[in-house]
């Protein structure tokens, strides 16, 4: 989708609206266009959409160059960028991906094969790495797409363990590219309850597995955080603390030499751009890999970074990612404008509320509602969120 400045509302010119329907000729696949005034097109093409159509181009009526799009990413409406059509349906290609594979009752069984810190010296908590070898079993998955965990031992009731999801770190092809392994980033879940230390169950099976042991593992789930397959994709991605899982796995598959000579249909050329947040620089994950993107894909990549506890904010205050998000609110909303660009939000619930602020400032101050756009964005399947 692509979303047109509020500022340009107002004029007198005419727009076109490319739309799909059952009142158009079956001979054209009930495509049909209709030229409104711009004063019109809000309204009209609520109208349209109330009606079940679905609106696939909203062009410039002079011109033809694409003002907005509300569409799947399916739709065939020229890119702003002036590329042709996608031909990736994404909704569709989602069809494809795998899900539920193994169930709670008769789960996986895979094996460690490492389990490795990803803090540096002087961190706050514990975050490990973990890589558990998927052999012999049917267990695939895609990059987005997050796994289930059943931790050994019996919960309070004498039951096994309920599952925990954890998203998935590694791409389809693993850390070791032979596509048998499954990689997560956990952090142990640690709190104080009435003056006594309470590690969270299955964060901590995680952190301590060692290698070699069994782990029950069902799914994979999700199809909330894929990535596009348009290798032109703009994708920006908001994450804090383990909320980097999937965006490292999009990262390896978008720039680790391995990877990329393992996907000779998907050789990325568009922009990714990731916001992570974390407490202090060792609490920061995945740096090495994401310094060498840098260093090899400086126009592809970008990585701007929030430590809350050592940097600050224009305010004086702690550096969160809603405040680098707010910092660079023209280049995201630029980005946003384009059909091609996704964004993606990771980590924990309570990011959520700061995002939705600094994306609401940074909307009202060019004219837009956030709260409408971001429906609009996540109709068009271009607003992926995973949060817990
Ligand atoms: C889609 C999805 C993806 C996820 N991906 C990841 C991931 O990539 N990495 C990751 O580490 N986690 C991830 N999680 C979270 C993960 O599923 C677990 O919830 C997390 O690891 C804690 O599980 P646990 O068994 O260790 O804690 P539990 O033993 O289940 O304890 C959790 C419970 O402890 C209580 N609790 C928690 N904090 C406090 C507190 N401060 N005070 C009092 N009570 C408290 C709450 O009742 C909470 O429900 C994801 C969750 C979802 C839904």
């Not at 430590?307 to 980005?335: C, P, T």
Request: glycine content about 10%; hydrophobic content about 35%; proline content about 6%.
């Amino acid at each position: 989708m692509h979303v047109l400045s509020a500022a340009s509302f107002g004029s007198s010119q005419m727009m076109t609206i490319t739309l799909q329907d059952f009142s158009g000729s079956p001979a054209t696949g009930g495509i049909r266009r209709l030229t409104v005034p711009l004063s019109q097109l809000q309204s009209t093409y609520g109208r349209l959409l109330r009606s079940g159509a679905r609106i696939l181009e909203v062009a410039n009526g002079l011109t033809g160059s694409v003002a907005m799009v509300e569409s799947s990413p399916a739709a065939p409406a020229a890119q702003s960028s002036g590329k042709p059509a996608r031909k990736a349906p994404a909704k569709a290609a989602h069809a494809d991906v795998p899900v539920n594979l193994y169930k709670p009752k008769a789960p996986f069984v895979g094996k460690v094969i490492s389990n490795d810190s990803l803090l540096k010296e002087g961190a706050i908590g514990r975050v490990n790495h973990v890589t558990m070898d998927l052999s012999g079993g049917d267990l695939r998955y895609v990059e987005g797409q997050s796994i289930g965990i059943i931790p050994d031992g019996l919960a309070d009731n004498g039951k096994p363990h309920k599952i925990r999801l954890y998203s998935i770190a590694s791409t389809r092809h693993g850390d070791n590219l032979a596509g048998n392994t499954v990689s997560l980033c956990v952090r142990q879940l640690q709190y104080e309850k009435d003056g006594e230390l309470i590690n969270g169950v299955c964060s901590t099976f995680l952190c301590d597995v060692p290698p070699g042991a069994p782990v029950k593992i069902t799914g994979p789930v999700g199809k909330e955080m894929l990535l596009p397959e348009d290798e032109d994709a703009n994708v920006i991605m908001l994450a804090t603390g383990t909320g980097i899982a999937p965006m490292r796995a999009y990262l390896r598959r978008m720039f680790d030499p391995g990877e990329r000579d393992r996907n000779p249909d998907y050789a990325f050329r568009g922009k990714a751009w990731l916001f992570m947040g974390v407490p202090t620089t060792p609490n920061l994950l995945y740096e090495e890999e994401f310094q060498s993107y840098l260093s090899a894909y400086p126009d592809n990549f970008r990585y701007t970074k929030a430590i809350s506890r050592e940097q600050k904010n224009s305010e004086g205050g702690r550096m969160y990612i809603q405040h680098r998000v707010a910092e660079y609110a023209d280049e995201i909303f630029n980005l946003i404008k384009l059909d091609a660009t996704h964004l993606y939000m990771c980590g924990l619930r309570g990011m959520e509320p700061g995002i939705d602020e600094a994306m609401t400032a940074a909307a009202a101050a060019r004219g837009l509602e956030w709260k409408t756009l971001r429906p609009q964005l996540k109709k068009a399947g271009r607003w992926h969120v995973e949060t817990y």
